[in-house]
């Protein structure tokens, strides 16, 4: 029993943790690309640099409140500087959309334009970023580093194997399912929501029922600048924060959101944690689990890791064709907010 315990340990501490706290980043990215999908009906490809920009804006919040004596004690400093990251990437995604989507929504252009314009104000964002905050790994998370640390884990429960939990990984599936039940409250019960889901299922009959559309495009964006902050400073604080890192983060994203259904919420949710525990569990090395559960004489000499680490984003591309060719619509049919 102590066996299959240690082994349980071992795959907790790399694979389940570390992949429920990068499913919910995921999650919460792919919800931003779903949304914008759902409503506005385009492929926002500059989604992971508009994350990159809400965190670099909330990391310069964070130096300025640590420059200035204030913190939050145990907890990271960059919850106090969400709120200014996330107002700047509002400012920016407005910005954007009125003097470049909106001219190109009006004539009615093709989403292969909107394709294309997303491409370029990826390519943008990623410069500027880089510009202001520079291409190198940058770490601003303070307090408390870790739940629950491997050697105290070992002394509780006398097991061989330890199992660490950090605080940004359990700050982040907390304010993840707090900000998927706020949005969920707000598509389902307020008035605005429930228009941004008439206006997503059939614009023309939404527009003869009196919505808004230029208020539903902007709370959209909006909303969408909110999940892509959140998500941002989530991933930098468990991770680090680097401009081209987000970049890549694209992909596994979009796969997410493609797998779940492309404009589904509990599909983007679902993709999330599919592409993260895809990546995670095809690229370690089980053989310290194998070690455990396996007898003495079958015990394996490689690591029996199915695909390396460099090949981690690959697992997402492969997930997003293969899933284009046998269920197009994802786990979830699409476009459903």
Known sequence: MADILNALAVFGNFVAVPGIAYGSQLALGALGITLIYAVLRFANFAHGDTMAFGTMAAILGTWGLQAAGIGLGPLPTALLALPLGIAATAGLVLLTDRYIYRYHRARRSTPVTFVILSIGVMFVLNGLVRFVIGPDDQRFADGERFIIRARDFEALTGLEEGLTIRTTQLLTLVVAVAVVAALFWFLRRTRTGKAMRAFSDNEDLALLSGVDPDRVVRVTWLIAAALATVAGVLYGLDKSFKPFTYFQLLLPMF???????????????????????????????????????????????????????????????????????????????????
Do not use: C, N
Request: hydrophobic content about 55%.
């Open 255 to 337: 796969a997410a959101a493609i797998v779940g259904g492309i404009g589904h919420p509990v599909g983007a949710i679902a993709g999330g944690f599919v592409i993260a525990f895809s990546e995670l569990g095809l690229t370690y090395a089980y053989k310290r689990v194998a070690g455990y559960l396996l007898p003495e004489p079958w015990a394996p000499e490689g690591l029996m890791q199915l695909l390396g680490t460099d090949y981690k984003f690959a697992i997402s591309f492969i997930i997003l064709v293969v899933v284009l060719l046998v269920r197009p619509t994802g786990l979830f049919r699409g476009q459903v907010i």
